[in-house]
């Protein structure tokens, strides 16, 4: 069965740039959260959306975005990227009984 | 504020020394303590959810147990491949929705042969 699959595993930016992360749920999942993870810190909460809908939102600045699509799957946008937003980016989904179900994330490299 | 914290920070073990990891908590209250495994570079692995206070639950050498303030992780004659960072995180009442969970900082074991 496949999980939950992230892409691009890796990318380098340039402060200033835009950024797009993409995110495919575990089949039959509706809900999509997304976390930062800092080295050396546990992941911290972005957003989560349940059927399109944005359901919950971090302490993190409106350059930070998100949605999902109709086929469940959601993408990260972020703006005007600094050096403290490089940082490997997780994606989870949930069938909406309470576990998060983890990618392998996407590693930015703001430079 | 709602607070997640692990002990130690690192651990390092010798194949076969048992040994167990803390998770205490502050929150307003809890929806659920969850218990993830990650290796290096990549995303956290879901080990087991904990609902109630003298909840148990195990998987293979894993045991987590949880109490009215904090959860441990007990880890029973480890071997080299349980080297990991172990983190902690929770759900509180009020957060809106299932999808945020308060993670703590990691434990990260080293198991030597």
């Known amino acids: 069965d496949a999980g939950v699959t992230q892409s691009p595993t890796h990318l380098i930016k340039t402060r200033g740039q835009h950024v797009t992360l993409r995110c495919s749920p575990i089949?039959?999942?509706?809900?999509v959260s997304w976390y930062q993870q800092v080295l050396g810190q546990g992941p911290q909460f972005i957003f989560q959306?349940?059927?399109?809908?944005?359901?919950g939102r971090g302490n993190f600045p409106d350059r930070f975005s998100a949605r999902q699509f109709p086929n469940y799957s959601s993408e990260l946008n972020v703006n005007a990227l600094l050096l403290g937003d490089s940082a490997l980016y997780l994606c989870?989904?949930?069938?909406?009984?309470?576990?998060?179900?983890f990618g392998e994330g996407s590693r930015l490299t703001v430079l | 504020e709602d607070q997640v914290t692990q002990s130690p920070e690192a651990l390092r073990l010798q194949e076969g020394e048992s040994s167990s990891l803390n998770c205490s908590y502050t929150?307003?209250?809890?929806?659920?303590l969850f218990w993830y495994r990650q290796d290096p570079g990549k995303g956290p692995e879901f080990l087991f959810t904990l609902y109630s206070a003298g909840e148990e639950k195990e998987k293979e050498r894993l045991k987590a147990t949880l109490t009215k303030k904090e959860s441990f992780l007990h880890i029973t004659a480890p071997k080299p491949e349980d080297s990991a960072t172990y983190l902690c995180?929770?759900?509180?009442?009020?957060?809106?929705?299932?999808?945020?969970?308060?993670f703590g900082q990691g434990t990260t074991l080293q198991v030597k042969p």
């Open positions: 959306y349940y059927e399109k809908e944005e359901r």
């Open positions: 089949s039959g999942h509706k809900s």
């Open positions: 929150v307003s209250g809890l929806r659920g």
């Open positions: 995180a929770v759900r509180i009442h009020g957060s809106g929705n299932t999808g945020k969970l308060i």
């Open positions: 989870a989904s949930s069938p909406g009984t309470g576990e998060l179900f």
